[in-house]
T-cell receptor, first 114, second 114 residues
Framework: DTGVSQDPRHKITKRGQNVTFRCDPI?????LYWYRQTLGQGPEFLTY????????KSRLLSDRFSAERPKGSFSTLEIQRTEQGDSAMYLC????????????FGPGTRLLVL | AQSVTQPDIHITVSEGASLELRCNYS??????LFWYVQSPGQGLQLLLK??????LVQGIKGFEAEFKRSQSSFNLRKPSVHWSDAAEYFC????????????FGIGTKLQVIP
């Protein structure tokens, strides 16, 4: 069990550019979550995958955001036409059970939009 | 919808002193409850969780929490704080049934002074 990994750990971009983040969950986990955490706040739910199916998206996930999990393993989160308000920590979590479950978090990707 | 309140944004304790971090939740039924810790620039690490059964839950690093249904609380405690406990602590509530959509509190930042 190597834990949840995320890449990159830090990203600085200019407003209007597109960025993509990757999350590799714990290998046997079929559930994957993305959260966003802004300064001074707790993480906020963005979206959830069970295997390759995206089953829920938060209203926080505007049309500029898209997430995929093509083979039910790693996931990507893309932000198009970034805005300064997108600056945040993007956290990925995975879990592997139905019913009561524990989500295990990755180290996060810190995004700064200039 | 569920919600979490952490009334203390910032707490300072002396090393060796006892600690209690407060958490109140709002949910129509018995929730799943979690405490996570986050060091600066890092992801979230699970300290402990409550699903059912014994209302006093033991976690890692000497932490414990008690679920009090009558008070809708899940306070985190540690009898003797170490300097390495300085971090931000998040209480979270999960919904029973379906996938685990977790709602986090705003966090309590713990400072430990010598």
């Amino acid at each position: 069990d190597t834990g949840v990994s995320q890449d990159p750990r830090h990203k600085i971009t200019k407003r209007g550019q597109n960025v993509t983040f990757r999350c590799d969950p714990i290998s046997e986990h079929n559930r994957l979550y993305w959260y966003r955490q802004t300064l001074g706040q707790g993480p906020e739910f963005l979206t959830y995958f069970q295997n390759e199916a995206q089953l829920e998206k938060s209203r926080l996930l505007s049309d500029r955001f898209s997430a995929e999990r093509p083979k039910g393993s790693f996931s990507t989160l893309e932000i198009q036409r970034t805005e300064q308000g997108d600056s945040a920590m993007y956290l990925c979590a995975s879990s592997g059970r139905t019913g009561p479950e524990t989500q295990y978090f990755g180290p996060g990707t810190r995004l700064l939009v200039l | 919808a569920q919600s979490v309140t952490q009334p203390d944004i910032h707490i300072t304790v002396s090393e060796g002193a006892s600690l209690e971090l407060r958490c109140n939740y709002s949910y129509g039924a018995t929730p799943y409850l979690f405490w996570y810790v986050q060091s600066p620039g890092q992801g979230l690490q699970l300290l402990l969780k409550y699903f059912s059964g014994d209302t006093l839950v033991q976690g890692i690093k000497g932490f414990e929490a008690e679920f009090k249904r009558s008070q809708s609380s899940f306070n985190l405690r540690k009898p003797s704080v170490h300097w390495s406990d300085a971090a931000e602590y998040f209480c979270a509530v999960g919904v029973r049934g379906g996938y685990q959509k977790v709602t986090f509190g705003i966090g309590t930042k713990l400072q430990v002074i010598p």
